[in-house]
Structure formats: structure tokens, C-alpha cells
């Protein structure tokens, strides 16, 4: 009884997040999206997977074996020091919350996009899950580690 | 005798007067400079640079080159259907135009544009395709064929070091706002507008991309990638699919009016057809 309930509540918690992308308070995020938590080295593989939008693509990461990191974003190198885990949950799940402007994606976003192509429709870049296990790997990112 | 006090202060005053008046020399012309470029984003102070800019001395070395750059192929393909005999009356572009050379010299630089018959804007391709339909009776060449590419390449070449120069005033003015909106629009699940990348991060590196500034005056270029020439309209519709947005149709309104928007961005810019890119 208790396991379903908790499973609901993830699963209405999921489903709140990512409805009212725009109303992230922090009493949300501080619970996982998903019913497991995330898994650093899981997350590790969804930022190195070039078939999916990857972090690699804007910032540096202590990936040294995947060459040219991009250098638009700022290095997430020891960001785990500088960032909470539910700043970076923020930072993924919505990044307008906290500066309208930004040109990262929300990676947990289904509403409010313009002409989405129909195979992505509904869809958001990531999964509940894969948000937290590269919450979990970011966060696994300590400065003076590396 | 003045106190030597006295010319000190009044050298201070001098000092204030003279910086107050260069800093409004200088916010007068910042103003001027930035009203000129009202709509070019937040890279007013950028200048103008082609996609030719930010290849690698390799890749800029094949474009130079006319016996190298595939591009080339598709403009002597051009110069043929351009002599073709073609639909039930048995014209040719040349039994009317005659030489390109003369007949068509600067005349790619000035698309899109508006068609005074019709009204509505058309650019290079729609252009040739009207002319078949119109006074050849042809069929119209499909968008992104191989013998429309060879001659909006072959016509293209006739401008070659034309600076693009397009009219967006008149008729044409409200394609050109619907096209600088789609310019700023955010767009597909990566919720990103064409400015964000092209003005703000043009030179940046995304992976190990360079992103250019986004600029037309090279189409139709030849693309490594896609190992094929390529129009304006191909290029909006990959780099819309990269962003996960659904594409418009290649020759689309939608992108008539974003390559008129793209084409006042970059004026002057001069034709340099058949880019070599990525």
C-alpha cells in the first residue's frame, strides 16, 4: 500500500513538474522526478551519448576521452562544489526559471514549445529518470577531484 | 598674473567640459550605429562575415579553387539548361535572355523579391520556375532537383562579387517583418530562435563546430555532408530539424520570408557562390 502510494506520488509529482515547468518552487525540487534515484554513472553515459542533446555540446565536462567540448556554457568541471543538487535539478528541468533568456533547453519540458517536430511531440529531452541520474553525475562533481 | 590655483581649477573645468561632450559625441554615434543595426540583435558591433569566414583554411582553399570546388560541376550544368530547349514551345531561358553574361549580370543579388505580376515574393528558384510555366510551358523543375540547383548556380555566378541588395520597403515589407520574426522566434524542443546562435555566439565553438553568422550570400553552396549542392531553403530546413522543429517546405513562404529577412542582414555581403561548407 505504502510502495503505491509512494510510486503515485512521484508519478503526480512528475506529472505536476512537468505541466507548471514555469512554477518550480523549492519544496519540489527537492525530491527526485523519479522513483529511483539517480545514478552518477548512468549519467555519465546519457552526457556522453552524442545522439542525445549532451551537456558536451556547450560545456566542458572531465570527460577528457570525448573530444571538443564546447565552450559556450560555463566548465561544469567541480560544479557538484558550487551547486546544490536541486539548483542543478532547477537548471535542467527548466533554465528560464532563472534567466528568461538562456539558450539551454529544458530538458523536462513538454508544454509551452513552438512547432516541435511531430516525432518529439510530447516528449521531453530527457526522462524523469535520466534527468536524475545526471543530476546525480553532476552532482558527483566535486572541485579539486578531478 | 593669474594664481597658479586658478589655472589648475580652470584646467579641471576644461578636463569636465571635454569629457562631458565626448561622452555625448560618443552616445551620439553609438546611437546612430545602433539604429542602423536595430534589427541585426545584440552584434551591433559585429561585423558583417560570410560562412566563408569561419572555414578552415583547407575547406576556404577549395571554394578558392574553380577546378577544385565541386560546386562548379553544378554551374556548368546550368550553362547547358540554361541553352536547353525546353516544354511545348520549344524555348529556352537564352531564346529570350540570350547571353547570361550580360543579360543576368547583378540580377541574383537583388532576391528575393516582390513579382510586380503576382504580387507576392518570390526568390531565384520560384522565379525560374514562374518563367517555365509562363512562357515555356515547361514543367517546373522540383525544389531542391539537381537542374534547379545548376541554374540558380549558373544565374548566382552572373553576380559573382555583387553585394546582396534586396529592397524590404513597399510591397516587399511585410514578408520582410514576417521573416524577421521567424528569425526571433524560439523554435522546437530545443526552444531555441535563430539569433540566439547566429548573432549572439557566431565564431563560438559548439562541440567542434564554428558557428557562423548564419549568412546567404554563398548559396547554393556544395555541402561535404550531404555530399551535394544545396539551397537557402535546405539549409533552413536542416538546421529548424536540428533544433527538433518541425521544418517548412523548401520554397514555403515561411522561408521566402526568412531568406528576405536574410538577405537584408546580410547586404553587402557579396555573392560568393559556390560556397564550399561543413
Given at each position: 500500500?505504502?510502495?503505491?502510494?509512494?510510486?503515485?506520488?512521484?508519478t503526480?509529482?512528475?506529472?505536476?513538474?512537468?505541466?507548471?515547468?514555469?512554477?518550480?518552487?523549492?519544496?519540489?525540487?527537492?525530491?527526485?522526478?523519479?522513483?529511483?534515484?539517480?545514478?552518477?554513472?548512468?549519467?555519465?553515459a546519457?552526457?556522453?551519448?552524442?545522439?542525445?542533446?549532451?551537456?558536451?555540446?556547450?560545456?566542458?565536462?572531465?570527460?577528457?576521452?570525448?573530444?571538443?567540448?564546447?565552450?559556450?556554457?560555463?566548465?561544469?568541471?567541480g560544479?557538484?562544489?558550487r551547486?546544490?543538487?536541486?539548483?542543478?535539478?532547477?537548471?535542467?528541468?527548466?533554465?528560464?526559471?532563472?534567466?528568461?533568456k538562456?539558450?539551454?533547453?529544458?530538458?523536462?519540458?513538454?508544454?509551452?514549445?513552438?512547432?516541435?517536430?511531430?516525432?518529439?511531440?510530447?516528449?521531453?529531452?530527457?526522462?524523469?529518470?535520466?534527468?536524475?541520474?545526471?543530476v546525480?553525475?553532476?552532482?558527483?562533481?566535486?572541485?579539486?577531484?578531478? | 598674473?593669474?594664481?597658479?590655483?586658478?589655472?589648475?581649477?580652470?584646467?579641471?573645468k576644461?578636463?569636465?567640459?571635454?569629457?562631458?561632450?565626448?561622452?555625448?559625441?560618443?552616445?551620439?554615434?553609438?546611437?546612430?550605429?545602433?539604429?542602423?543595426?536595430?534589427?541585426?540583435?545584440?552584434?551591433?558591433?559585429?561585423?558583417?562575415e560570410?560562412?566563408?569566414?569561419?572555414l578552415?583554411?583547407?575547406?576556404?582553399?577549395?571554394?578558392d579553387?574553380?577546378?577544385?570546388n565541386?560546386?562548379?560541376?553544378?554551374?556548368?550544368?546550368?550553362?547547358?539548361?540554361?541553352?536547353?530547349?525546353?516544354?511545348?514551345?520549344?524555348?529556352?531561358?537564352?531564346?529570350?535572355?540570350?547571353?547570361?553574361?550580360?543579360?543576368?549580370?547583378?540580377?541574383?543579388?537583388?532576391?528575393?523579391?516582390?513579382?510586380?505580376?503576382?504580387?507576392?515574393?518570390?526568390?531565384?528558384?520560384?522565379?525560374?520556375?514562374?518563367?517555365?510555366?509562363?512562357?515555356?510551358?515547361?514543367?517546373?523543375?522540383?525544389?531542391?532537383?539537381?537542374e534547379?540547383?545548376?541554374l540558380?548556380?549558373?544565374?548566382?555566378?552572373?553576380?559573382?562579387?555583387?553585394?546582396?541588395?534586396?529592397?524590404?520597403?513597399g510591397?516587399?515589407?511585410?514578408?520582410?517583418?514576417?521573416?524577421?520574426?521567424?528569425?526571433?522566434?524560439?523554435?522546437?524542443q530545443?526552444?531555441?530562435?535563430?539569433?540566439?546562435?547566429?548573432?549572439?555566439?557566431?565564431?563560438q565553438?559548439?562541440?567542434?563546430?564554428?558557428?557562423?553568422?548564419?549568412?546567404?550570400?554563398?548559396?547554393?553552396?556544395?555541402?561535404?555532408?550531404?555530399?551535394?549542392?544545396?539551397?537557402?531553403?535546405?539549409?533552413?530546413?536542416?538546421?529548424?530539424?536540428?533544433?527538433?522543429?518541425?521544418?517548412?517546405q523548401?520554397?514555403?513562404?515561411?522561408?521566402?520570408n526568412?531568406?528576405?529577412?536574410?538577405?537584408?542582414?546580410?547586404?553587402?555581403?557579396?555573392?560568393?557562390?559556390?560556397?564550399?561548407?561543413?
Amino acid at each position: 500500500m505504502i510502495k503505491h502510494l509512494r510510486g503515485l506520488i512521484f508519478t503526480s509529482l512528475a506529472f505536476l513538474l512537468i505541466n507548471s515547468s514555469t512554477s518550480l518552487s523549492e519544496e519540489n525540487l527537492k525530491f527526485s522526478l523519479s522513483k529511483f534515484n539517480g545514478n552518477p554513472l548512468r549519467g555519465k553515459a546519457i552526457v556522453k551519448d552524442i545522439n542525445n542533446v549532451t551537456c558536451l555540446i556547450c560545456h566542458i565536462l572531465p570527460i577528457p576521452e570525448e573530444p571538443n567540448h564546447g565552450k559556450i556554457g560555463p566548465s561544469l568541471i567541480g560544479v557538484g562544489s558550487r551547486l546544490t543538487k536541486e539548483r542543478l535539478r532547477r537548471q535542467l528541468i527548466y533554465p528560464k526559471a532563472l534567466n528568461p533568456k538562456s539558450i539551454m533547453p529544458s530538458y523536462f519540458q513538454i508544454k509551452e514549445l513552438y512547432r516541435v517536430s511531430v516525432k518529439y511531440v510530447g516528449k521531453s529531452i530527457y526522462t524523469a529518470q535520466q534527468v536524475e541520474d545526471v543530476v546525480a553525475y553532476l552532482f558527483s562533481l566535486k572541485e579539486n577531484q578531478d | 598674473m593669474i594664481p597658479f590655483r586658478v589655472i589648475r581649477e580652470l584646467n579641471l573645468k576644461c578636463f569636465i567640459i571635454l569629457l562631458t561632450l565626448t561622452v555625448i559625441l560618443l552616445l551620439v554615434f553609438s546611437k546612430t550605429v545602433y539604429s542602423e543595426n536595430l534589427y541585426f540583435g545584440t552584434t551591433i558591433d559585429q561585423e558583417k562575415e560570410s560562412g566563408y569566414h569561419y572555414l578552415s583554411k583547407d575547406l576556404q582553399a577549395l571554394q578558392d579553387d574553380d577546378f577544385l570546388n565541386p560546386g562548379i560541376f553544378s554551374i556548368d550544368l546550368g550553362r547547358e539548361l540554361w541553352q536547353k530547349k525546353d516544354g511545348e514551345k520549344g524555348f529556352s531561358c537564352a531564346s529570350c535572355h540570350q547571353d547570361a553574361a550580360e543579360s543576368m549580370t547583378g540580377i541574383a543579388a537583388g532576391y528575393p523579391k516582390i513579382d510586380t505580376n503576382k504580387g507576392k515574393l518570390v526568390n531565384l528558384e520560384l522565379m525560374i520556375n514562374n518563367m517555365r510555366a509562363e512562357h515555356m510551358t515547361a514543367k517546373p523543375y522540383l525544389y531542391e532537383s539537381e537542374e534547379m540547383l545548376a541554374l540558380t548556380a549558373y544565374l548566382t555566378d552572373q553576380s559573382r562579387g555583387y553585394p546582396l541588395q534586396v529592397k524590404t520597403n513597399g510591397p516587399a515589407k511585410v514578408f520582410f517583418e514576417k521573416g524577421r520574426e521567424f528569425y526571433f522566434q524560439r523554435r522546437g524542443q530545443l526552444d531555441l530562435s535563430c539569433n540566439q546562435c547566429h548573432d549572439d555566439l557566431a565564431g563560438q565553438k559548439l562541440r567542434g563546430d564554428t558557428i557562423s553568422q548564419g549568412q546567404v550570400e554563398g548559396f547554393p553552396i556544395y555541402r561535404l555532408m550531404w555530399r551535394s549542392s544545396a539551397s537557402r531553403h535546405r539549409m533552413f530546413a536542416w538546421c529548424n530539424s536540428a533544433l527538433r522543429a518541425e521544418p517548412f517546405q523548401l520554397g514555403s513562404e515561411e522561408y521566402l520570408n526568412l531568406e528576405l529577412y536574410l538577405a537584408w542582414r546580410g547586404k553587402g555581403l557579396l555573392i560568393g557562390a559556390p560556397g564550399v561548407r561543413r
